[in-house]
């Protein structure tokens, strides 16, 4: 980790150094030009937004998807769809952008134009033009690729709550979602929250998914709906290959932000759940 | 606050195997009745199958009459979940909820009921704990977890849940067997405590447990291994432990198998 670290800093020094605008808030990016002007702002918005709305998408639904494979369905049916969700992990990302591409962009226009009709007075859905390649979609694609990672991990977590605390609900005259609430739930929240920092980990990490989605724009607006949104990943994705020397370092500069965002996620997320159990255990 | 318990005919399963067979006895309010049998004759089984606890291992389902003074529990329409409101039950180990506090434990069973206030609640829980004789242990510490107290207390901490809920029967599943002999003492003083109130069934595999508490005695045995649990007799206690009419009965009580 240090090691990556020290070559991330030695690399992008000379580039920030060329910098005629200030790396942290500068919106644009154009590193290549003379005189070069670049900057995370955008790019690092744009991560942390499409992420967190994953995330939120995801959270939900892979919760459901793991309680019900491990307290709801029958064993044949919960097998099967364990099995399922565990294929779904395994297909790679690029595959995720291209249905994300060819069947989803398009496929949005209509829903979008919805939301923004008559929920339009709510900031995330505001704005004009409407369009299919859009934050949402792009985080519509990370949540789809991160549910079964959450849902996989939870699932695990809930199965491993002990027997006699299920039945201790039970006798009490719980019924089964009670019983859910009062011993599966809690038990498992820790490892719940550790897998949906693993979920957003991936998510801020992704790459070839959103670049092939997200329209390459710098610009910060909280408006999901319009032709917005970039992320630190997919932007050195599609401008690695043609960048110059400032415009190299620049890159990895902004590899670096990514690197400590999704440390200090990692961090506030253990300190949490680490709160948690020590108030609890 | 205490029904009589009247099971006629029972056979329970595991799937296809039949753990007990053709069970009837009548269980008497306001009195402590002890299951006692060596491993494996269905004693637990069939504790179970009092408060609908049985049929919560996939596969296991019930055949047979248990009434509870006049309700059928294995009536069409009724609800096990109501049944289990209506008669507790504590486990072998001690199970309280690992992530809830003294208090919580307490008060989880009377949140099933909806929302009571919390003055309410509070009333409930002292006099719950002051119930299972464990108040004046941990009334400085009620909001400290309740898994962080000793074997004896925590399997106080469930007998509070349980009463909590003010159920008409207490079945007791082997409380004693994971405790030192101190905690044994308690637990037991409570249960003879606890029977002016409550209709108390107790599993327990120590003889001399059954011969201190319990006032009728329920012996079960097998005929071989792979065979289901018959009750081969019952009787008021100080009978069975002293002239059992039955020739098992008095070879498992006096040591000679099991």
Redesign the interface.
């Known amino acids: 980790m240090a090691a990556i670290a020290v070559f991330l800093i030695a690399e992008a020094i000379p580039a920030l150094q060329a910098n005629n605008s200030s790396f942290l808030t500068e919106l644009l990016w154009t590193p290549n030009n003379t005189p070069p002007v670049f900057g995370i702002g955008a790019l690092a918005f744009g991560t942390i937004m499409s992420s967190a709305l994953a995330l939120a998408m995801a959270m939900p639904v892979a919760v459901g998807v793991a309680l019900f494979i491990s307290h709801y369905a029958p064993r044949k049916i919960a097998g099967a769809l364990g099995y399922v969700v565990d294929l779904l992990a395994a297909v790679p990302s690029v595959v995720y952008g291209l249905w994300g591409v060819i069947f989803l962009v398009p496929f949005m226009q209509g829903p979008s134009e919805f939301l923004n009709e008559y929920l339009g007075w709510f900031p995330l859905f505001s704005g004009d033009p409407v369009v299919g390649r859009s934050m949402l979609t792009a985080a519509i694609v990370l949540a789809i690729m991160i549910l079964p990672i959450i849902a996989a991990i939870s699932r695990e977590v809930f199965l491993q709550v002990p027997r006699m605390n299920e039945e201790a609900a039970l006798a009490l005259g719980a019924t089964r979602w009670e019983m859910i609430k009062m011993a599966v739930l809690p038990f498992g929240r820790p490892g719940v929250m550790s897998a949906a920092m693993l979920g957003l980990g991936r998510a801020m990490g992704e790459t070839i998914a959103v670049a092939l989605i997200f329209p390459a724009t710098f610009g910060i607006t909280f408006g999901i709906l319009g032709p917005n949104g970039n992320s630190i990943a997919a932007n050195i994705a599609l401008g690695f290959a043609e960048a110059g020397e400032v415009g190299r370092g620049a890159l990895i500069a902004s590899g670096l932000v990514l690197f400590i965002i999704t440390l200090v996620v990692n961090m506030a997320a253990r300190m949490i759940i680490a709160r948690r159990s020590g108030a609890s255990a | 606050m205490a029904k009589q318990i009247q099971v006629s005919g029972l056979d329970a399963y595991y799937g296809a195997h039949k753990a007990i067979a053709d069970i009837s006895m009548t269980i008497e309010p306001r009195s402590v009745t002890a299951f006692i049998g060596p491993s494996g004759c269905g004693k637990s089984t069939f504790l179970r199958t009092l408060?609908r606890?049985h049929e919560?291992i996939?596969g296991a389902r019930v055949e047979g009459k248990v009434m509870l003074d006049s309700d059928d529990l294995y009536g069409p329409g009724v609800d096990p979940?109501?049944v289990?409101?209506?008669i507790?039950?504590v486990?072998q180990?001690p199970?309280?909820?690992?992530?809830?506090s003294i208090y919580e434990n307490v008060a989880?069973?009377l949140r099933?009921n909806g929302r009571i206030s919390k003055s309410k609640t509070d009333e409930v829980v002292e006099q719950s704990l002051r119930g299972a004789n464990l108040w004046n242990e941990v009334k400085d510490r009620l909001n400290k977890?309740g898994?962080g107290l000793s074997g004896g207390q925590q399997q106080r901490l469930?007998i509070a849940?349980?009463i909590a809920?003010k159920p008409q029967v207490l079945l007791m599943d082997e409380p004693c067997s994971a405790l030192d002999p101190i905690s044994t003492l308690a637990i037991e003083d409570l249960i003879t405590e606890l029977k002016d109130e409550f209709t108390i069934v107790i599993v327990t595999h120590n003889m001399q447990q059954a011969a201190r508490v319990s006032d009728r005695t329920a012996f079960f045995n097998l005929a071989a291994q792979g065979q289901p649990g018959r009750l081969v007799e019952m009787d008021e206690t100080s009978a069975m432990f002293t002239n059992p009419s039955e020739k098992a009965t008095e070879d498992y009580i006096t040591g000679r198998f099991g």
């Open positions: 408060n606890m919560v996939p979940v109501s289990r409101r209506t507790g039950m486990f180990r199970n309280p909820f690992p992530t809830m989880a069973g099933l977890p898994a469930c849940r349980c809920v």
